[in-house]
């Protein structure tokens, strides 16, 4: 079992680019949940996506937008990226259904995303 | 709103030696509260969580942490750290309905001296 995956590992943007993120959840695990880990501080919840559909949001702008596949994977989409959107961005996947706290989330490597 | 500090940023502590990780939260109901660890390159894993029932909560890699009501506390403790616990730890906590309302504290980085 590879787990949750994550790519790319790095990217180095610049501001007002657009940028896409990628993460296959664990086998078996139909919910995917994003959340961006700034430095020196512990990870906010961005968004969840279950059965291809955004189905909870954080405090994040619409600049924030993301996707879920038929086959489980998600992607998170940023526009017109600020140097504030510079973190690592993680992926967590969960099997069961959303929210419920007792679903153990599996997270991911994370995406480290520069903004100059 | 719920809330979680770790007063300690970094500690460091000597392989061998036992080890205690703060946690304090703030939160208008009964708490689900847990531990992870961050190693760099890696995502966040599940140390243990404490959802109801006994207060001392055994986790993986011989971690355990109390609930104390009292004093909303949930520490991570550990009798004799590894050279491999060096890591990033946070603790979190959430509502019972909705695991994506769990929040984060700032993390506390472990170093274990040799």
């Known amino acids: 079992d590879a787990g949750v995956t994550q790519s790319p590992t790095h990217l180095i943007k610049t501001r007002g680019q657009q940028v896409t993120l990628r993460c296959s959840p664990k086998s078996g695990h139909d919910t995917v949940s994003w959340y961006q880990q700034a430095l020196g501080q512990g990870p906010q919840f961005i968004f969840q996506y279950y059965e291809e559909e955004e189905r909870q949001r954080g405090n994040f702008p619409d600049r924030f937008s993301g996707h879920q596949f038929p086959n489980y994977s998600s992607e998170l989409n940023v526009n017109a990226l600020l140097l504030g959107d510079s973190a690592l961005y993680l992926c967590?996947?969960?099997?069961?259904?959303?929210?419920?706290?007792?679903?153990?989330?599996?997270f991911g490597p994370g995406t480290r995303l520069t903004v100059l | 709103a719920q809330s979680v500090t770790q007063p300690d940023i970094h500690i460091t502590v000597s392989e061998g030696a036992s080890l205690e990780l703060r946690c304090n939260y703030s939160?208008?109901?009964?708490?689900?509260l847990f531990w992870y660890v961050q190693s760099p390159g890696q995502g966040l894993q599940l140390l243990l969580k404490?959802?109801?029932?006994?207060?001392l909560v055994q986790g993986i890699k011989g971690f355990e942490a109390e609930f104390k009501r009292s004093q909303s506390s949930f520490n991570l403790r550990k009798p004799s750290v590894h050279w491999s616990d060096a890591a990033e730890y946070f603790c979190?906590?959430?509502?019972?309905?909705?695991?994506?309302?769990?929040?984060f504290g700032a993390g506390t980085r472990l170093t274990v001296k040799p």
């Open positions: 967590a996947s969960s099997l069961g259904t959303p929210g419920v706290i007792s679903n153990e989330q599996f």
């Open positions: 404490y959802f109801s029932g006994d207060t």
């Open positions: 979190a906590v959430g509502p019972s309905y909705n695991n994506n309302d769990m929040r």
């Open positions: 939160y208008g109901a009964t708490p689900y």
